[in-house]
């Protein structure tokens, strides 16, 4: 095939390149603003957009954010894939933050703390729950009983406290992106305008016919 890639990559190099792309985080950052100031489509809708991808990386809908990202940006009338394109603000570089960010003011606002009682580590919540989940599926085939206990602490202690805490720096987040974009998307929407308008009076200057006859 045509689009088939000659060097196959390896899980290990999949997972390598996710948490470092090759050629580093800069020049994909540079990859994915190259994108977004490209995209046909005004400097208002892109800008909400970018709104709609950085707000949800600071849901817990990991696996999902492509999804809510396209949502958001439908109602809120933005570019979808500007949206899809802003989800990369959500990257292994800047996760943690953005978790420790929602986890912190989620507890903050619901008045709760986690319960370290069982698992001590939010790695160890995550991997409870699937664990959960995995057994919960292998019980309606088998005579084994279903435990929603670690997925009701993951509930109380992950889930519901990042998605009621990710709303507010998620809102700022943003918004600080939003205002930073729609001028620089303006402004660059106008060089290049101006500078296809200069190529396009180049053309019809060569196009138009001269005038080689003498006068006697």
């Not at 990710?166 to 402004?187: F, N, Q």
Request: proline letters at 6%.
């Amino acid at each position: 095939m045509v689009f088939k890639r000659r060097d196959r990559r390896s899980i290990f190099q999949i997972l390598i390149d996710f948490v470092y792309p090759r050629g580093g985080w800069g020049r994909a950052f540079e990859y994915v603003k190259h994108r977004v100031r490209r995209l046909p489509d005004t400097p208002e809708k892109i800008s909400r957009g970018i709104w709609a991808g950085v707000f949800t990386t600071f849901t817990p809908f990991y696996g999902l954010h492509f999804l809510v990202a396209a949502l958001i940006a439908r109602v809120m009338r933005g570019n979808i894939l500007a949206a899809l394109l802003g989800t990369f603000f959500g990257n292994p570089l800047t996760y943690l933050p953005i978790a420790v960010a929602s986890l912190s003011t989620g507890h903050f606002l619901l008045g709760s703390r986690p319960d370290n009682a069982v698992d001590r580590s939010l790695g160890d919540k995550f991997a409870g729950a699937g664990a959960d989940l995995w057994n919960n599926f292998e019980a309606l085939f088998t005579p084994a009983h279903a435990d929603w206990h670690k997925l009701g602490l993951f509930y109380d202690d992950v889930f519901l406290p990042y998605l009621v805490g990710g709303v507010l720096p998620g809102i700022v987040a943003a918004t600080i992106s939003y205002y930073l974009c729609l001028p620089l998307i303006s402004a660059y929407q106008k060089r290049r305008r101006k500078r296809l308008q200069a190529k396009l009076d180049q053309l019809r200057k060569k196009s138009e016919p001269t005038d080689d006859l003498g006068h006697s």
